[in-house]
């Protein structure tokens, strides 16, 4: 897959979907370029606050992109409060991505809360391998439902028993069945998920989680630490193969 184009564009945001009390997914038209596992800097405000927000792509179609954001501070306040015709400022895509092309057999997709996010386009990207889902969330369960259709299995988890396994989406998982693990979450569950890989001697690749200024390689903020030394998570990341993370 060639490298997509970086750009910087105005938007006009054509929905602003309420998914549940604090999850939203913004659709936009028009024809955008992204990876699975990039994602874009989004702006929805004037001067306040100074710094755009990471947002994962949530889903990549011919004519429209899609972006899934939980509401839990100032920026993300304000990205739920948009309505249709509003402007949207974005820059990207931005990050290494999954290298899709790479992945094959058996693959275990795991993801925790918000960080099924931009795991929708990575599920209906890996056309070539078996795919099953391991997703669990604290107690709301959104979106499973079309990520059902795209897997061979799919495990849901709730920590307060009001969906599928009552516990966490680790207690669901054996890597030893699969060739490939991809994860988004929590650092916590990152961190299970890549030492329950490492001791099977499993790929596993995470996708990580900073806090982000930039988002373009310039200001070190979201440094993470590996076994090559500090990668910007913005740049080399943010994913990550699991062997190579110091977590
Ligand atoms: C590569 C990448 C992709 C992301 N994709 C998505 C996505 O698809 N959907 C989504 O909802 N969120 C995603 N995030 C997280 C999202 O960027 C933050 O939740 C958002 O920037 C918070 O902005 P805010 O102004 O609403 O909150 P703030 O007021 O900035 O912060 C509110 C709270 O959230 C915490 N927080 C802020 N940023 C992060 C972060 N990066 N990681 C962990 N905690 C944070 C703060 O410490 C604080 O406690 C992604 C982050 C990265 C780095
Ligand atoms: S956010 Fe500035 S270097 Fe990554």
Redesign the pocket.
């Known amino acids: 897959m060639a490298n997509p184009k970086l750009t910087y564009s105005k938007e006009k945001i054509a929905e602003n979907i309420r998914i549940n009390d604090s ?1 939203y997914r913004i659709v936009l038209k028009g024809k955008f370029e992204g990876k699975p596992g990039q ?1 874009y800097m989004l702006r929805g405000w004037g001067s306040e ?1 100074l ?1 755009s ?6 889903n990549l179609y011919e004519d429209s992109i899609e ?13 739920k409060n948009l309505r249709p015709g509003d402007e949207l400022e974005i820059t990207g895509p ?2 290494n991505g999954f290298d899709i092309d790479s992945i094959k057999g058996k693959v275990a997709v795991v993801a925790g809360g ?2 099924t ?2 795991m929708s386009f990575v599920v209906k990207s890996l056309k070539n391998s078996e795919v099953t889902a391991f997703y669990g969330f604290r107690d709301q369960v959104y979106c499973t439902d079309e990520i059902g259709r795209y897997v061979k299995e799919l495990n849901i988890s709730t920590e307060d028993g009001s969906v599928g396994h009552k516990g966490y989406v680790t207690d669901m998982f054996k890597p030893e069945l699969f060739d490939a693990v991809l994860c988004c979450g ?2 916590v569950m990152m961190k299970k998920v890549v030492d329950m890989c490492r001791e099977k001697n499993v790929v596993v690749y995470a ?6 200024a930039c988002g373009v390689g310039a200001c070190l903020v ?1 440094t993470c630490k590996t076994t090559g030394g500090n990668k910007r ?2 740049k080399e ?2 994913v990550f193969r699991g062997e190579d993370l110091v977590l």
């Open positions: 999850t994602f606050p710094l927000r990471p947002i994962s792509i949530n972006f899934m954001y939980q509401v839990v501070g100032e920026g993300t306040r304000i990205l931005l990050g918000i960080g996010a931009p929590p650092e996708s990580m989680e900073k806090h982000m979201c998570a913005c990341g943010p």
